[in-house]
């Protein structure tokens, strides 16, 4: 069964920085492209960032450019997001999706799901 | 940026009834449209991608259709286990983005 373990978050003051881990089992890592989503409290989803396991492109939301960044290491099967320049409006619960690209969209569907970390930006 | 509109924003129903839920686009992706359901505390769970294909697994009172800017998903028959928000996402163009979400309610 393919799983995804999201870890890393916490409570950090405005200013701060994070690392986010997302540990990927049951399924070829190498050429899987990834992303992270994230759910403020009480409200929808919100794509963040994406990368591209064809050739490591790396995508991000308007909201989180030149703050965060994504990358990944194969051989432990795991991808990353780097969260620096936190801000109050970046707390929410971050998940780890796998993208399944279909037709010619490398992206495609998000397929399976982490369980969620939780960032608290907060003083 | 693409934008996602979905109607309703809410939807009150009962076990065993029709339920379509509707997704606008603010400029033509094709088929590229799937649809998450999403329980209290838990991840979004894949229905539906290319705006029609039924995920493996996914119970066959789901369905979706459309293209181009206007998308609906249907329940056919609604089951007590189906009480969830409902997003629609485009994965056309990058950003990503997904509509507000529908809450279905139990009336």
């Known amino acids: 069964e393919v799983q995804l373990l999201e870890s890393g978050g916490g409570l950090v003051q405005p200013g701060g920085s994070l690392r986010l881990s997302c540990a990927a089992s049951e399924f070829t890592f190498s050429s899987s492209s990834m992303a992270w989503v994230r759910q403020a409290p009480g409200k929808g989803l919100e794509w963040v960032s994406a990368?591209?396991?064809?050739?490591?492109?790396?995508h991000f939301a308007d909201s989180v450019k030149g703050r965060f960044t994504i990358s990944r290491d194969i051989s432990k099967n795991t991808v990353y997001l780097q969260l620096n320049s936190l801000r109050v409006e970046d707390t929410a619960v971050y998940y780890c999706a796998k993208a399944s690209g279909y037709g010619t969209g490398w992206y495609g569907k998000n397929d399976c799901w982490g369980q969620g970390t939780l960032v608290t930006v907060s003083s | 940026d693409i934008q996602m509109t979905q109607s309703p924003s809410s939807l009150s129903a009962s076990v065993g009834d029709r339920v379509t839920i509707t997704c606008r686009a603010s400029?033509?992706?094709?088929?590229?449209l799937n649809w998450y359901q999403q329980k209290p505390g838990k991840a979004p769970n894949l229905l539906i991608y290319?705006?029609?294909s039924l995920q493996s697994g996914v119970p066959s009172r789901f369905s979706g259709s459309g293209s181009g800017t206007e998308f609906t998903l249907t329940i056919s028959s609604l089951q007590p286990e189906d009480f969830a928000i409902y997003y629609c996402q485009q994965s056309n163009r990058i950003p990503i983005t997904f509509g507000q979400g529908t809450r279905l309610e139990i009336q």
């Open positions: 400029q033509s992706i094709g088929t590229y």
């Open positions: 290319a705006a029609s």
């Open positions: 990368i591209n396991g064809g050739n490591g492109n790396t």
